[in-house]
């Protein structure tokens, strides 16, 4: 089954402690994105990535990092978490092309307290 | 830039009414423009694109260059239909930028 999993779905950690969040696609799409999801503020783009190695910040990548090592893998990085980063996380992934669907992850909530 | 307004944070109809999703644009070029639907507690999910002017579930959207606009459109509202609606643009990086949502109410 086509399909973008993320983990883990939920997390609660202290502010400071480093965090990863995993996003995995299957369809071998060559873009991908993470997204916070925020009352009031719809989605913002935190990074994307056109491809292995081509990373790039969107509008709010402050406090964030990411890597693509891998086609498949884009993971979301907290270095040091703060409680402005409670917030609802997703991911998504397509091919470069016109008209492309964007396939979303199941969502990740974390809570920084 | 890019830029996707929905002027409409909340709305809320009642079921077999008419509904219309307002969504209104900025950029410069030639833009994609779709339409994502979030269910409670669920993904977001691709609803309809501008390119294929389909119909799904009933609804319709047309995008008038003239008007900057894409609004979102189903002549009958269902229950069902109860969710937060994200309209948005693909101009011409890969980037897509969305609006803020307007979340739907059909009340029996």
């Known amino acids: 089954e086509a399909q973008v999993t993320q983990n883990p779905r939920y997390l609660i950690t202290v502010t400071g402690k480093k965090l990863t969040v995993t996003c995995s696609q299957n369809?071998?799409?060559?873009?991908m994105s993470w997204y916070r999801q925020d009352p009031g503020l719809g989605l913002r783009q935190i990074y994307y990535?056109?491809?292995?190695?081509?990373?790039d910040k969107g509008d709010v990548p402050e406090g964030y990092k990411v890597s693509r090592k891998e086609k498949r893998n884009f993971p979301l990085i907290l270095e040091s978490p703060s409680p402005n980063q409670t917030s609802l996380y997703f991911c998504?992934?397509?091919?470069?092309?016109?008209?492309?669907?964007?396939?979303f992850g199941p969502g990740t909530r974390l809570l920084v307290l | 830039a890019q830029r996707v307004t929905q002027p409409e944070k909340l709305l809320s109809v009642f079921k077999g009414a008419p509904v219309e999703l307002k969504c209104n644009y900025s950029?410069?070029?030639?833009?994609?423009l779709f339409w994502y639907v979030q269910y409670s507690r669920q993904r977001l999910q691709l609803l309809l694109r501008?390119?294929s002017r389909e119909s799904i579930k009933g609804f319709t959207a047309d995008l008038n260059k003239g008007e900057t606009s894409f609004h979102l459109k189903k002549p009958f509202a269902q229950e069902e239909d109860s969710a937060m609606y994200y309209c948005?643009?693909?101009?011409?990086?890969?980037?897509?930028?969305f609006g803020k949502g307007t979340k739907l109410t059909v009340n029996p």
């Open positions: 998504a992934s397509r091919q470069i092309a016109a008209g492309e669907t964007q396939y």
């Open positions: 501008h390119i």
């Open positions: 948005a643009l693909k101009g011409g990086s890969e980037k897509l930028v």
């Open positions: 990535s056109m491809n292995v190695e081509v990373t």
């Open positions: 369809m071998n799409h060559e873009y």
């Open positions: 950029y410069s070029g030639s833009p994609e």
